[in-house]
């Protein structure tokens, strides 16, 4: 993915996706390559940290899935119900929240 499309599709300013991927880069998450077809355009590829941090994000949302699925439906439905009233405070539905 080229760096200047992540930062339309999360609505980033170019300095600041550029500082974001500077500390994703530092950490050795991703790494920045020139494209050989256009000097202009810069590509993300994983880094060499990539890969465990993948992992270990997947293996939480694994755990996340398990433990969702053995809920009662009295209590995923109390779930859904609190995101639900969390997604409309981040909205800005709630103005008290």
């Known amino acids: 993915m080229r760096q ?3 930062g339309r599709a999360l609505l980033a300013s170019p300095a600041g996706i550029s500082a974001t991927i500077d500390t994703l880069e530092a950490k050795g998450l ?3 390559e020139r494209s050989t077809t256009d000097r202009r355009a810069v590509a993300l590829v994983p880094g060499e940290h990539a890969a465990p ?3 270990e ?4 949302d694994a755990r996340f899935v398990e433990r969702a699925t053995a809920l009662t439906p009295e209590a995923l439905g109390g779930f859904i119900e609190l995101m ?3 997604n409309g405070v981040s909205a800005g539905k709630y103005r008290d929240a």
Do not use: N, Q
Not at 57 to 60: K, S
């Open 30 to 32: 991703v790494r920045r």
């Open 53 to 55: 941090t993948v992992e």
């Open 4 to 6: 200047v499309d992540l």
């Open 84 to 86: 639900d009233h969390m």
């Open 57 to 60: 994000v997947l293996g939480a």
